[in-house]
Antibody, heavy 120, light 108 residues
Framework: QVQLQESGPGLVKPSETLSLTCIVSGASISSHYWTWIRQPPGKGLEYIGY???????NYSPSLRSRVTISMNMSKNHFSLILSSVTAADTAVYYC??????????????WGRGTTVTVSS | SSELTQDPAVSVALGQTVRITCQGDSLRSYYASWYQQKPGQAPALVMYGHNNRPSGIPDRFSGSNSGNTASLSITGAQTEDEADYYCYSRDRSGDHFVFGSGTKVTVL
């Protein structure tokens, strides 16, 4: 059974850097795509980006200048870094396994999500 | 505004059929996937590609595509189907992904 678990600080100060890790169990991150999604309070879902094949990435154009997604194969986890955060980055952050093109990049396994608040 | 447009809310009587639509230019070229989100929970995949249901999703859920519109139908809606539903597909450029604005389904 594939499980994903987000971890990281729940509170980040404005202008600082948000850093989250997604620990994957039951599957190797060397396969599939691995995606970050977020959801501001009371709002809809927002695509942040994904990583696959160790270092191939795709980022939302609206966040690309501030986002880095990376993988650690030895620890079987992947990470999100979002720099220069503001209150608008306050959200629940989800890590998600994403299937490949033959499955139309459907996101089939989701973490429970972690709440990140940006506040001084 | 989102590149994928959904009605904000729809309601359906218990046991009846409801169709949730998602409109966008990119849907002429790419399939959408659909996610169900209940309060306080992570989203869950309910449909992808051309009418493909993940294991465990009831067959009352079905998908279709026509032109710039992707649709998710629930035939014989149940109380447990009450949730927010989001479509997801490529953006206009085809290089990135976007979510629809979401549709809140209420089962009366």
């Amino acid at each position: 059974q594939v499980q994903l678990q987000e971890s990281g600080p729940g509170l980040v100060k404005p202008s600082e850097t948000l850093s989250l890790t997604c620990i994957v169990s039951g599957a190797s991150i060397s396969s599939h795509y691995w995606t970050w999604i977020r959801q501001p309070p009371g709002k809809g879902l927002e695509y942040i980006g994904y990583i696959y094949d160790s270092e191939r990435t795709n980022y939302s154009p609206s966040l690309r200048s501030r986002v880095t997604i990376s993988m650690n194969m030895s620890k079987n986890h992947f990470s999100l870094i979002l720099s220069s955060v503001t209150a608008a980055d306050t959200a629940v952050y989800y890590c998600v396994r994403t299937l490949d093109a033959s499955y139309k990049y459907a996101m089939d396994v989701w973490g429970r999500g972690t709440t990140v608040t940006v506040s001084s | 505004s989102s590149e994928l447009t959904q009605d904000p809310a729809v309601s359906v009587a218990l046991g009846q059929t409801v169709r949730i639509t998602c409109q966008g230019d990119s849907l002429r070229s790419y399939y959408a996937s659909w996610y169900q989100q209940k309060p306080g929970q992570a989203p869950a995949l309910v449909m992808y590609g051309h009418n493909n249901r993940p294991s465990g999703i009831p067959d009352r859920f079905s998908g279709s595509n026509s032109g710039n519109t992707a649709s998710l139908s629930i035939t014989g809606a149940q109380t447990e189907d009450e949730a927010d539903y989001y479509c997801y597909s490529r953006d206009r450029s085809g290089d990135h992904f976007v979510f629809g604005s979401g549709t809140k389904v209420t089962v009366l």
